[in-house]
């Protein structure tokens, strides 16, 4: 596992605003219809904790999301100065900085649908050059943004969806989206039991040691 950094939100980063959907006021019980469930293949990763068997891949237990760490690469703590919390937690590889989050979703599935449909629209707005494709999971975006590239995937399952973004060097973009998929396959989700508004973030906590690590920063400034 690499070692860890932290990295003060700026508006440029690495997906900028592209970076989470918004949370809205219906609640994940309700789903979206009753046209059958939009949810993804996950026989093989990623996992539900409640599925999932120990398989001795070294993760970081983030509370609502445990994420593999390639060996080589780094942990980057990104601090949200203003809510005074995590406002997420990034991987850095070779072939770029990779960003797992999880959130609230309809037992049916089909919130991808909807925020992947919405991103490409915003990331067009923006100017990027985007195409969409189909992946392991379904629906990828892959987006050009100056000289970064940009690949989204989504997973949905009853009650959450995961999103891994990867952005890097177009010289890497190839390779930068099977890194993405491994990882995204690897991860495990802990969505717990409480009742929450669709969209919305699961929370994010650091292991002990990370946490004291990060405050020690802080104080040295």
């Known amino acids: 596992m690499g070692i ?13 605003r592209h970076a989470a959907p918004e949370a809205d006021d219906t609640f994940e019980d309700e789903g979206y219809g009753e046209d059958g469930s939009e949810l993804s293949d996950v026989s093989d990763g990623p996992y539900d904790v409640a599925d999932f068997s120990d398989d001795g891949i070294p993760r970081i237990d983030l509370g609502s999301v445990k994420v593999p760490v390639p060996d080589g690469s780094q942990v980057q703590v990104e601090m949200d100065p203003e ?34 449909s919405e991103l490409a629209d915003q990331l067009r707005a923006d100017g990027a050059k985007v195409t969409l494709g189909r992946g392991v999971w379904g629906l990828e975006i892959s987006a050009i943004i100056g000289d970064v590239a940009l690949r989204f995937v989504g997973v949905d399952r009853p009650r959450w969806m995961l999103r891994g973004v990867i952005a890097g060097p177009q010289s890497e973009a190839a390779a930068a989206v099977e890194v993405l998929r491994e990882i995204v396959r690897r991860t495990i989700v ?8 669709v969209r919305t973030p699961l929370t994010i906590t650091l292991p002990e040691a990370v946490a004291e690590h990060i405050a020690a920063q802080q104080e040295q400034g």
């Not at 860890?4 to 900028?16: D, M, P």
């Open 4 to 16: 860890f950094g932290r990295k003060r939100r700026t508006e440029g980063g690495s997906a900028g």
């Open 190 to 197: 802990d969505r717990g039991d409480a009742p929450m508004p």
């Open 83 to 116: 809510a005074g919390g995590v406002r997420a937690v990034h991987v850095v590889t070779e072939q770029g900085q990779i960003t797992v989050s999880a959130y609230a979703a309809p037992r049916s599935g089909g919130l991808w649908r909807e925020v992947s």
